[in-house]
């Protein structure tokens, strides 16, 4: 069973930087597409970033593009999550995401294709 953990939400300022990580645990990620997710306070869960396994394309929302980065190093087990010239409307609860089949091109279009979730990482973006 897939076990997802995330970690390095915190608060910065607009325009700082975060980088998110999204650990696995009971077997391997490697076969995984991997998702990050946000939800903000009063609004529905949305696709931000994914990854895929086999050829690790990515994907992203228009609101992220150019300013996050999605990678996976699959010796650690883990994905990460480089979040950069942040903003107010960044916050919110960052969740990590794996779906159950193996080897899928990831997608963000679907949130209940993902079947293994993290707990969240909270993000603020204040001054």
């Known amino acids: 069973q897939l076990q997802l953990v995330e970690s390095g939400g915190g608060l910065v300022q607009p325009g700082g930087s975060l980088r998110l990580s999204c650990a696995a645990s009971?077997?391997?990620?490697?076969?995984?597409?991997v998702g990050w997710f946000r939800q903000a306070p009063g609004k529905e869960r949305e696709g931000i970033s994914c990854i895929s396994s086999a050829d690790q394309s990515s994907r992203s929302a228009d609101s992220v593009k150019g300013r996050f980065i999605i990678s996976r190093d699959n010796d650690k087990k883990t994905v990460y999550l480089d979040m950069n010239s942040l903003k107010p409307e960044d916050t919110g609860v960052y969740y990590c995401?794996?779906?159950?089949?193996?080897?899928?091109?990831?997608?963000?279009?679907?949130?209940?294709?993902?079947?293994?979730w993290g707990q969240g990482t909270q993000v603020t973006v204040s001054s």
């Open positions: 995401a794996a779906p159950k089949e193996l080897f899928r091109l990831c997608r963000l279009d679907h949130v209940p294709w993902y079947y293994y």
């Open positions: 009971g077997t391997t990620l490697e076969y995984y597409a």
